[in-house]
């Protein structure tokens, strides 16, 4: 047999995802110390092609290229990753790999890459492992092992909304695997998300050290509680359709996040001059108009403006006249239903 027609390929793309309630703070095997709760994004996303064919001799044989040149400290976290997966280690052993794999959207620009990249690369993997299996029960596992590579890569593959964590309440949660919330009042179902790149820098605090600093956090225990309660109080908020709600948990949300960073042990701060501007320009178009918009952040100085696809002239407008002036670009995102297998 002609080696190339062994050569199989398998192409996805999966999003990253925005929180509206934070995971901030982990233990064990990256288990979530709070529940959280996000918005999935549809423009943001990651592609990979994946090629494999089987192999007789026992030495790794995995590339990775990223945006079309080979990125070795990446290939050695994908691989450090994948072997210490059962359901992948097999598959690496007995199979070439090469990867190809690219994202929508530029660098350090606060959308979370690390969510997107490693929710494509278990469902490539596992896709290639496993074979075709029963979709929820492969959304699952991607889930629990995409959660493996990063904490918020398990809440990608649902949407418009995803929730990760056990909550006391709500017995179907997990804080193995992400779950999708199906209970969506109209008012959310069509979200959007100007992402507002006020620095285009990498940060300078890693949130893995981040979710570390957490360990020894005076206010560790009230904000994990905080967050349990932010998720139900959402669960129920995106139910009934209450705007007022979604923007105070969300905005909350927000600075607590940057609250814990501010107030850890080794104290830092992400938020730059433009983040503040960017969220007084939200607060005072809102408090001007009335309408339904509100911001939140990421472990970084980027704001997401959150608003209904229903007020999005009004919002351009708001983007338009206050906000680009104070942004070196503005990303144009909005509520996704999770990847696909192209
Ligand atoms: C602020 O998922 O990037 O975006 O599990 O170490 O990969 P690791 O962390 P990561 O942390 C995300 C933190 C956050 C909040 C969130 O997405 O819930």
Not at 15 to 42: D, E, F, R
Not at 153 to 170: D, I, K, Q, V
């Amino acid at each position: 047999m002609n080696p190339s027609e062994m050569t199989k390929k398998i192409k996805a793309r999966f999003p990253s995802n925005i929180a509206l309630v934070k995971y901030w703070g982990k233990y064990g095997q990256q288990l979530p110390c709070n529940a959280s709760l996000s918005l999935t994004l549809k423009n943001a996303y990651t592609s990979i092609e994946m090629e494999y064919k089987p192999k007789s001799n026992p030495d790794l044989d995995f590339k990775y290229f990223f945006e079309g040149k080979e990125n070795i400290a990446f290939k050695d976290k994908v691989v450090k990753y994948a072997q210490a997966q059962a359901e992948f280690s097999e598959f690496l052993r007995n199979n070439a790999v090469i990867i190809h794999s690219s994202n929508s959207f530029p660098h350090s620009t606060g959308i979370a890459s690390s969510a997107a990249a490693f929710a494509t690369i278990a469902a490539v993997l596992l896709k290639a492992a496993q074979g075709d299996t029963d979709e929820n029960k492969f959304l699952q596992t991607a889930s629990h092992l995409a959660r493996l590579g990063s904490g918020s890569a398990c809440r990608s593959f649902y949407g418009p909304y995803a929730l990760w964590g056990r909550l006391e309440n709500l017995p179907e949660s997990s804080n193995e695997y992400a779950i999708p919330i199906l209970d969506i009042h109209e008012n959310f179902a069509d979200m959007r998300d100007a992402i507002v790149i006020v620095e285009d820098q990498p940060k300078q605090v890693s949130s893995t050290v981040g979710h570390s600093l957490m360990k020894n956090h005076p206010y560790a225990a009230a904000r994990f509680e905080d967050a349990n309660k932010h998720c139900e109080e959402m669960l129920e908020v995106l139910k009934y359709g209450n705007f007022e709600s979604f923007i105070s948990i969300t905005e909350r949300e927000a600075l607590s996040l940057h609250a814990m960073m501010m107030t850890s042990g080794d104290y830092y701060m992400l938020m730059k001059p433009g983040t503040i501007q960017v969220i007084e320009a939200v607060m005072q178009f809102r408090k001007s108009t009335g309408l339904p918009v509100c911001f939140t952040l990421d472990a970084g100085p980027n704001v997401h403006i959150l608003y209904p696809a229903a007020i999005q002239d009004e919002v351009k407008a708001l983007l338009d006249k206050d906000i680009s002036p104070l942004a070196k670009s503005i990303i144009m995102d909005e509520a996704g239903c999770g990847g696909q297998f192209l």
